[in-house]
Structure formats: structure tokens, C-alpha cells
């Protein structure tokens, strides 16, 4: 493993630009694979993202993109395509038929349901191109060529979660941030953070608020509720939304709560360098370096080579009061995260 906290402002840049990225040098005709003309030279793999407008999916997208310009260079994949959703399922089933009808080799899926795109899914399956399903899964499907990196979201929400629990005494009050409404990911961490709350009957969950990952909403909506809260003693987030949780109670005049953080910049910056003297928490996130394991899923399915499990587990990143300076001059928008490289998904996924 080696850990990497930098993000490429120019990879950042090009993921929140979406369209096609060609490579004009093809493979060498002897690599297997899907439909598309990937299986006469390199592959043409597609990225069909649910949503990027906030910071953790951009990283996500720049990472799968700077996976396949590696591949690109060694002549592995010709062609890498991102498209986004906006939120949309039926917009994401449509792309997902499109990349189809294009013949990709191989379609990589960041899901904004765990049913909506079942048939889709297998339509894809059917016509002999992998799936693989990453950050927001898992997605229901039986589909013979579906692959699902998912996180251990439940375990992810507890850890998290159990922390804040114990910091403010086993008892108290606490918001729930969550992330969009009907968003599988958004479920599973709303279930581990409600199977974590059955072991202190004595906490009380005062407010629910949807913020879409984002620090904007969560400040817009935390400015609705706080005024009608006498008391808070802590904040469970899921990301996106810790630093804007802090501005929101200081733009409140309340005491500032035990507030989890969520790897982001603003919020570990914030916690090294400007928080109050002594302020402990526990920062948690998924990785958005599964992008660039999902491209390089994709590619292992495609040349046959390796046994892969149609379902893997990907580790989520961990940052703790003795760890948080290391970050203290990371970019606003970057993911404090551990990285790895194509061996490590080899050596880790694949068992």
C-alpha cells in the first residue's frame, strides 16, 4: 500500500469535464473480452457515475481517469468514456443501454439505486459485457457478469458512530447528516448507524437531514434546524458535510458538538489547525481510489486471466486525532485517503 495525501488538481479538473478520452494506440489484437472492438486491440470501458457534483465523486472519477491513461499508455485500453446522472435512474438505465449499443467491453457502474438498474444490468450481462458496480452498491442483481466493490458500510457508520457515542458520555443528543434520499449507500449507512444506536438507549437522534454529500445543503438545512434545537451534543456524518456542520453551529452561536468527520479537507484542515484547543473526534470515509480499482477490475475481468469474485470488499480510510496533522495542508476539495496500485487490488480483492 502506499498512501498518497495529494490530489491531482489536473486529474480533479478533467473528471468534472465529461465526455469520451480516445487513445490512438490500440492493443495488440491478443487480449479477450466483452462485445466492442476491445477484444480486436485495446479495451473501451465506460464509467457511468450517479452524481458528481460534489468532491468525493470527483476524486472518484479522477482516479478511475488516471487508471486508464496508465492503461491507455501500455496499450491496455483505447478508449475510456465517463458520463454522469445527475441523480436521474432513468437517465443512468440510458446510459448504461447506450454504452451497450456502443460496444464497450466493459461498463462500470456507480449506482443511484439497488433496484433500478437490475435490468439494465443483465441486459448488459446478456450481451457478454461485465459490470462492475463500485462506491454505491450493492445493487441487486443475479446477472452472470456482474462484479459489486462495495464497502463495508455498516462497519464503516459504526466505527464512526461509536465514537461519537462514547465521546459525549453514552447519552445525549445527536444529528444524523445524511446522504440522498433513496440512495442505496445512503440506506446501508443509515442502518449502521441506527444497529450502532440500539446499544445506547439513552442518545436521542433530534434531527435527520439530507444533504447530498454536499457542505452547501447541509448548511442551508442545518440553518433551518438548529434554530429549533436547545441542545446538541454530537453530529454523525457520512461525508461531505462535516466542515459545514462546524459553520453552521458557529453561525448558530451554539456550542460546537462532537461532529464526525468525513476525510475532507475542509474538515481535517479545519481540526489540525483551527479547532478548539483539546477538540477530539474520529474522521471516517469510503476511498474514492475505487474508481481506479474499478477500471482495473474491469480490465483483469477482460483478459481472462485472473479468478475474480463477483463480490469484493473495499477498504475505507480512517483518520484519528494522532494521525490528523499529516493533513494539515491538504487542498480544501481532497479526500484524505490511502491509495494503492493494480498489485494491491490483485493481492486483496481477489479472494
Known sequence: ??????????????????????CGNSGDGSKGGG????????????LTNSFNGNSYRQQMEAYAQEAADELKEAGEISEFTIVEANNDASKQVQQIENFILEGMDAIIIDPISATALTGAIQEASDAGIPCII??????????ELCYQINFDTIDQMATLTEYVCEAIGGEGKIIELRGTAGAEFDNIAHEGVMQTLEKYPDI???????TDWTGSKAQSELASVLPTLDEVDGVVTQGGDSYAAV?????AGMDLPVIGGDNRGYFLKWWANEAP??????????NPWDGATGVYVACDILSGEYEIPNEMTHPFAVVTKDEVQDYKDMGDEEIGTPTYDREWVRENLYK
Open 134 to 143: 463500485i462506491n454505491d452498491g450493492p445493487v441487486e442483481s443475479d446477472a
Open 247 to 251: 459553520q453552521a453551529f458557529e453561525a
Open 277 to 286: 484547543e483539546g477538540y477530539d473526534t474520529l474522521s471516517v470515509s469510503s
Open 35 to 46: 462485445s466492442g472492438e476491445g477484444s480486436k486491440g485495446g479495451y473501451k470501458i465506460g
Open 204 to 210: 436521542e437522534v433530534v434531527a435527520e437531514v439530507y
Open 1 to 22: 500500500m502506499k498512501k498518497r495525501n495529494r490530489i491531482l488538481a489536473a486529474l480533479l479538473a478533467a473528471a468534472m469535464v465529461m465526455g469520451v478520452t480516445a
